[in-house]
């Protein structure tokens, strides 16, 4: 069920979902300035009451939403083999209702890593949504911003052991970003080059690789104790 924060308790929930980020999204998201969070998203509603999200820019008014948002992701969500999906790179965060969509239907041992290009669209989300739901899944990985943006952190989870879980990535756009196809793609480029530069330096297959590496550590003990040279 998707938790919506009354007009006059929108700083309380956006200040209860920082809590529930990530320590690099918290810092991120502490250098933008509210005053031009709104100067670029302004915020309509459907006839459900339903909170619709417009970015403004250069001069241009553009809607990540359509009249009916829940409707919309669900229907979006529904021409997805999400059955046959273990890794989701989604392009877009569709203002929430895709990601609380895909938090009901994709498999519970699914990551979903969600990329959102505009901070500021992220932000006035978290104003609007309790994402409290979303972050205990412990499925969803956010990177926000450009590729200079969030490039570290998200090299520092490749080379751990979630990096596993990039295996055969299925990759998805949500509605609304299509519009902005350009920088979704130069994000794409990005991750990909990151990605096979990681398993080039890792091995044929990092899969394989870290089986490897935990069978050598299991075996440390009796490599040790062999008094003979092999």
């Given at each position: 069920?998707?938790?919506?924060?009354?007009?006059?308790?929108?700083?309380?929930m956006f200040q209860k979902n920082l809590?529930?980020?990530?320590?690099?999204?918290?810092k991120q998201?502490?250098?933008?300035?509210?005053?031009?969070v709104w100067e670029r998203i302004d915020i309509v509603y459907s006839k459900d009451g339903n909170p619709i999200c417009v970015c403004k820019e250069n001069g241009k008014r553009r809607y990540i939403n359509?009249?009916?948002?829940?409707?919309?992701?669900?229907?979006?969500?529904?021409?997805?083999?999400?059955?046959?999906?273990?890794t989701l790179l989604v392009y877009g965060c569709g203002f929430g209702y895709a990601l609380f969509e895909l938090l009901v239907k994709v498999?519970?041992?699914?990551?979903?890593?969600?990329?959102?290009?505009n901070i500021y669209l992220f932000t006035a989300m978290l104003h609007f949504f309790d994402v409290e739901p979303i972050m205990r899944s412990g499925q969803f990985i956010f990177f926000i911003g450009d590729?200079?943006?969030?490039?570290?952190?998200?090299?520092k989870l490749i080379a751990t052991s979630n990096m596993v879980y990039f295996t055969a990535p299925s990759?998805?756009?949500?509605?609304?970003?299509?519009?902005?196809?350009?920088?979704y793609l130069e994000i794409q480029r990005h991750?990909?080059?990151?990605?096979?530069?990681?398993?080039?330096?890792?091995?044929?297959?990092?899969?394989d690789s870290l089986v490897g590496f935990h069978n050598m550590i299991a075996n440390v003990g009796e490599v040790l104790g062999n008094p003979y040279r092999s």
């Open positions: 069920m998707i938790v919506t924060a009354a007009s006059h308790d929108r700083i309380e809590h529930f980020l990530p320590h690099y999204l918290q998201l502490q250098e933008i300035h509210l005053q031009e359509s009249k009916n948002p829940q409707e919309q992701a669900k229907y979006w969500c529904a021409h997805l083999p999400l059955d046959r999906m273990g498999r519970k041992d699914c990551k979903i890593i969600v990329s959102e290009q590729v200079e943006d969030f490039s570290q952190d998200f090299l990759i998805v756009f949500t509605p609304g970003t299509r519009m902005f196809r350009q920088k991750i990909f080059e990151r990605l096979i530069q990681q398993i080039g330096a890792s091995g044929n297959d990092h899969s």
